[in-house]
């Protein structure tokens, strides 16, 4: 696998890296972002994706990333075995640097692989269940970091497309 392709598998892993039990308050976003193109006008997903996200969020991802989606505060440090805690996924951490395609791939096949604990749910939930999931994820982002996500978002799928031709 090249460095390139590495690296954000790394740090999608730290985004989404597991279920631990350890429980703390998040961090508070710390840079000042500024979004080069305006905000869409809507979000990708419609307010009854959010609705069933939040009970399977509930369900599948509350015990280790807190029920507000909080995490932990030390989410950066490797715990006593050895992994990456929880992180926070309510824009506070650093979910919202990662495209839609990544997330996605991170909730279907977890995170152990990169040094966290989170197992993978492609096995129990179905493509649209996890749209659900990350719709009411982002839902707790604000329209800043939001905005910010959407141009990594776009810019990631034009890279992709444009390996994908050459």
């Known amino acids: 696998m090249k460095r390139e392709q590495l690296l954000p598998l790394l740090a999608i892993g730290l985004a989404l890296s597991g ?5 703390s308050e998040a961090t508070a ?26 009970k ?23 715990d006593a075995k050895g992994n990456y805690p929880p ?7 650093h979910t919202w640097h990662h495209p839609l ?9 977890g995170g152990v692989r990169l040094g966290g604990t989170m197992p993978g749910f492609g096995d129990k939930l179905q493509p649209q269940q996890i749209d659900d999931i990350l719709a009411w994820v982002q839902s707790n982002w604000s329209d ?3 905005a910010v ?14 390996e994908k031709k050459g």
Request: proline share 8%; charged share 20%; hydrophobic share 30%.
């Open 19 to 23: 279920c631990d039990r350890h429980q």
């Open 29 to 54: 976003p710390t840079a000042s972002i500024s979004p080069k193109q305006p905000m869409p006008a809507e979000r990708w997903y419609a307010s009854q994706q959010v609705a069933r996200g939040g």
């Open 56 to 78: 399977l969020y509930q369900q599948f991802c509350a015990e280790c990333h807190k029920p507000d989606a909080s995490g932990t505060t030390n989410w950066q440090q490797l």
């Open 87 to 93: 992180p926070p996924l309510n824009g506070t951490a």
């Open 101 to 109: 395609s990544a997330l996605r791939r991170t909730v279907i096949f």
């Open 144 to 146: 800043e970091i939001y």
């Open 149 to 162: 996500w959407y141009q990594r978002d776009q810019q990631a799928r034009k890279s992709s497309t444009a």
